[in-house]
């Protein structure tokens, strides 16, 4: 079966540091990759996608950007965090264009 | 553009009793719809869709959800509501024009009262 995992589970990091979230999902080949971020306010933004190695589509240009070095490895990053990155970030598969599957979530709080 | 709303923000309801969680949507061609469970400080978990066939689509923990063409609706229910159905409840919309896409509502947090 496919499990997904994301870490760290909380993250709590100043204003101007860096930052790097991973995703990592098991038991299936070349899966659609996703990243999105939920406010307080509930909404999901999705930041990311990506059909392939190195393929990434960013959906709302920001603070942030994505890298996918592996078939089954998806990060986010960024070079200097604002106050307004924080968030509950998610990461999500899907094999073709099919269900999204959510990995359990990375609460990042900048101070 | 496709959008989704949900149009309550909560909803209580009494435990056994039925529930409704209300999603309209909207779309430029046929819709792929997806209702989506959150508890607490965790992942979304898939519950059911809906991309075509019969209207009303069973999913998983005894839920259903009747697709209505004419009404541009997806709502979810349940015949009889546990105290551990308590959670947010996302629906959401894929326009198979943007197949890797999904747009949620912005969700309807469900009390079920003991």
């Known amino acids: 079966s496919q499990t997904i995992h994301q870490w760290p589970a909380t993250l709590v990091q100043p204003v101007g540091s860096p930052l790097s979230l991973e995703c990592t999902v098991e038991?299936?080949?070349?899966?659609?990759l996703y990243w999105y971020r939920q406010a307080a306010g509930r909404g999901l933004q999705l930041l990311f996608y990506?059909?392939?190695?190195?393929?990434i589509s960013s959906e709302v240009p920001q603070n942030l950007s994505a890298s996918r070095p592996q078939d089954r490895q998806f990060i986010l990053s960024s070079k200097k965090l604002l106050l307004s990155d924080s968030g509950f970030y998610l990461c999500?598969?899907?094999?073709?264009?099919?269900?999204?599957?959510f990995g359990p979530g990375t609460r990042l709080t900048v101070l | 553009a496709q959008s989704v709303a949900q149009p309550e923000d909560q909803v209580n309801v009494a435990e056994g009793n039925p529930l409704t969680v209300k999603c309209t949507y909207s779309?430029?061609?046929?819709?792929?719809l997806f209702w989506y469970v959150q508890y607490p400080n965790r992942g979304l978990q898939f519950l059911l869709k809906?991309?075509?066939?019969?209207?009303l689509v069973k999913g998983s923990y005894g839920f259903e959800a009747e697709f209505n063409k004419s009404q541009t609706s997806f709502h979810l229910k349940k015949p009889s509501a546990l105290v551990s159905d308590s959670a947010l409840y996302f629906c959401?919309?894929?326009?198979?024009?943007?197949?890797?896409?999904?747009?949620f509502g912005k969700g309807t947090k469900l009390s079920v009262i003991p």
């Open positions: 990506s059909v392939g190695i190195g393929q």
């Open positions: 959401a919309v894929r326009d198979p024009s943007r197949s890797y896409q999904l747009t």
């Open positions: 779309v430029s061609g046929n819709p792929y």
């Open positions: 999500a598969w899907a094999v073709s264009t099919d269900t999204q599957y």
């Open positions: 809906y991309i075509t066939g019969d209207n």
């Open positions: 038991g299936t080949s070349n899966p659609n």
